[in-house]
């Protein structure tokens, strides 16, 4: 019998292989881990095979043998592995929360989808957006089945007439189901677009049900005398929100939005600044680009609109002193003020369009605001008076700072919000939750307080309510600033804000904020995947970075932070948040 080797007591013990190719594994030989195939496989002619071996325990016991190292050794040199005896009593099992695709910040399968398709879209521009629309589909090719169009005759036909909320009724509905009533409409295969524009689109601009949409009422009887270009950026706006759901769309978006931007961009080369100024086309257009940007990537593209229209109005302004404009004017005009004042509420730039668009008596609710302008004119306050502080330390002193924040706070603290429908429940809870906002936006910019004062989490848990209450029913319109005020100063540490009375089982605030989130990717006119993106930013500083505790400030007149001192929210919220359309 051949002697065992005598083992060289200066040479380090083998360690056990743990990358061994799985033949070897089970020759239960040592593989030497050569790649890409190990010396035993190659000496032997075998395949060598390398991968993940999964093991169940459930076998291995059926088969009477040992699950891994289980039972056969430990540290301590006992050979039993057996658990340690516990108190039935003294065991408490947590809940298992219910994960949904949404629940993972860091990457979706969308993201990664988005990125792949980009080169594919692209390309596809180099092709007629008729074409592409007319063109027919094999069944179950993934056009057919994310968009749901079907063709009769000529005309595409929509299967959108209602809302998810209910049917919204408009004397425009006959008009748009009849091309014919729209001679500038060129290519007659995009009055499917028109009709996604009046009966899915509109609707979702407001949360109201029994209010009309401005757009609807006051846009769709203007592009029936308008130009072709005004009819496009309309159907430019609505391709780029039905390529939400199917991408197959977003080509036909780019080129309907390259060809209104060509089109204006000569006008306003070659055509006097007056005459343009007085055209009401000219920011109708930029109104419907302003929303294409908004809903494709939210990025700088959306702003440049913005302070366009501003010159503009300012121009018009000049030519028509003391003229009072239309309602069509009237609306563009609060439409890209709105979008200015909670826009910088986010990160506290320098602000476009000034106070005077905002009545500091005016007490309505407006349906499209979703507020009063009021109380927009309390946030347009609030953010300057937040500014001032940061950026001129010796102008906002800490007496006169004090005081302006005192009016501030009593303003708000006496807020009355008046409906023309008392019954419309969906306006005041969106009213509602646009006041506690506020609420909170104000003690966080002005007073330093944080997640964990105790008057923000009261607040926060109020609005995720309201906000819980509107998504089970499918409203999404206005909710995008309560959700990024409410997300922004959630205590991480205390993310369960409240025990549903039927089902017994807590509801956290992260979770129902992502799911309110991705409803609205799917059912706003928001860019939800931009606001998601800030949100989630915000929160992995804040596990980074805890905030700072300061006192709570829970009754008026409470004293505000030094006028030097960044706060809460500038520390954790505005660095995230350029660009942003909060609207």
């Known amino acids: 019998m051949p002697r065992r080797k005598a083992t060289n007591g200066n040479q380090p013990p083998k360690s056990r292989s743990r990358s061994g190719c799985l033949t070897c594994r089970k020759r239960k030989i040592r593989c030497d881990e050569g790649k890409p195939t190990c010396s035993n496989c190659q000496s032997k002619n075998l395949e060598c095979q390398r991968g993940v071996a999964l093991k169940w325990e459930q076998e291995y016991a059926s088969r009477g043998l040992a699950f891994g190292r289980c039972g056969v050794w430990n540290k301590n040199g006992s050979s039993s592995d057996e658990p340690p005896n516990a108190d039935p009593e003294a065991l408490r099992w947590l809940p298992l929360p219910q994960i949904q695709p949404y629940h993972f910040v860091n990457s979706t399968v969308d993201g990664f989808e988005d990125n792949l398709a980009e080169q594919e879209e692209l390309s596809a521009l180099s092709g007629h957006y008729g074409a592409l629309i007319t063109m027919p589909e094999s069944p179950g090719s993934p056009c057919s089945s994310a968009s749901g169009l079907e063709t009769s005759g000529q005309f595409f036909s929509l299967p959108y007439v209602t809302s998810p909320r209910g049917s919204f009724t408009s004397p425009m509905d006959s008009?748009?189901?009849?091309?014919?009533?729209?001679?500038?409409?060129?290519?007659?295969?995009?009055a499917s677009l028109l009709n996604y524009y009046l009966d899915r689109l509109c609707p979702l601009t407001t949360p109201s049900v029994r209010s009309k949409s401005p757009f609807a009422s006051l846009v769709v009887p203007f592009i029936l005398s308008a130009s072709p270009n005004a009819l496009d950026s309309v159907l430019a706006l609505a391709a780029r929100h039905l390529a939400k759901a199917n991408r197959s769309w977003k080509p036909v978006a780019m080129q309907l939005e390259g060809k209104v931007l060509h089109t204006l961009r000569k006008r306003l080369i070659s055509e006097d600044p007056s005459k343009v100024a007085l055209d009401p086309e000219v920011p109708i257009i930029m109104m419907m680009l302003c929303m294409y940007e908004i809903i494709n990537k939210c990025d700088e593209r959306w702003v440049i609109h913005l302070k366009g229209a501003r010159d503009l109005f300012v121009t018009r302004k000049k030519l028509l002193a003391g003229a009072t404009p239309d309602s069509l004017l009237h609306f563009s005009e609060r439409f890209f003020a709105y979008q200015d004042v909670i826009g910088r509420t986010a990160c506290g730039e320098v602000p476009i369009f000034g106070r005077d668009y905002w009545k500091s008596d005016d007490q309505e609710v407006d349906a499209w605001l979703g507020g009063s302008p009021e109380l927009i004119s309390i946030v347009f306050s609030i953010t300057d008076l937040c500014r001032l502080q940061r950026v001129d330390p010796e102008a906002a002193s800490k007496d006169k700072f004090a005081i302006e924040a005192e009016k501030l706070e009593r303003r708000l603290a006496s807020l009355v919000q008046t409906m023309r429908d008392p019954g419309d429940e969906l306006l005041w809870r969106s009213a509602e939750m646009k006041r506690l906002a506020t609420v909170v936006y104000l003690y966080c910019a002005l007073y330093g307080a944080s997640p964990t004062t105790p008057l923000v989490v009261d607040h926060v848990r109020q609005i995720l309510k309201h906000v819980a209450y509107c998504v089970d029913r499918d409203i999404t319109a206005a909710l995008t600033w309560p959700v990024f005020v409410a997300a922004a100063?959630?205590?991480?540490?205390?993310?369960?804000?409240?025990?549903?009375?039927?089902?017994?089982?807590?509801?956290?605030?992260?979770?129902?904020?992502?799911?309110?989130?991705?409803?609205?990717?799917?059912?706003?006119?928001?860019?939800?995947?931009?606001?998601?993106?800030?949100i989630t930013a915000v929160w992995q500083e804040r596990e980074i970075k805890p905030a700072k505790s300061p006192p709570p400030p829970t009754t008026t007149g409470a004293t505000p932070s030094g006028a030097s001192e960044l706060n809460d929210w500038g520390i954790f919220v505005a660095p995230f948040s350029r660009n942003m359309s909060l609207a």
């Open 175 to 190: 008009i748009l189901y009849s091309p014919k009533a729209f001679p500038q409409l060129e290519d007659r295969s995009l």
């Open 489 to 534: 100063e959630l205590d991480p540490l205390q993310d369960e804000i409240w025990t549903d009375p039927e089902t017994k089982q807590p509801v956290y605030g992260r979770p129902l904020i992502l799911k309110a989130l991705d409803h609205m990717s799917k059912t706003s006119v928001a860019n939800a995947l931009k606001t998601r993106s800030v």
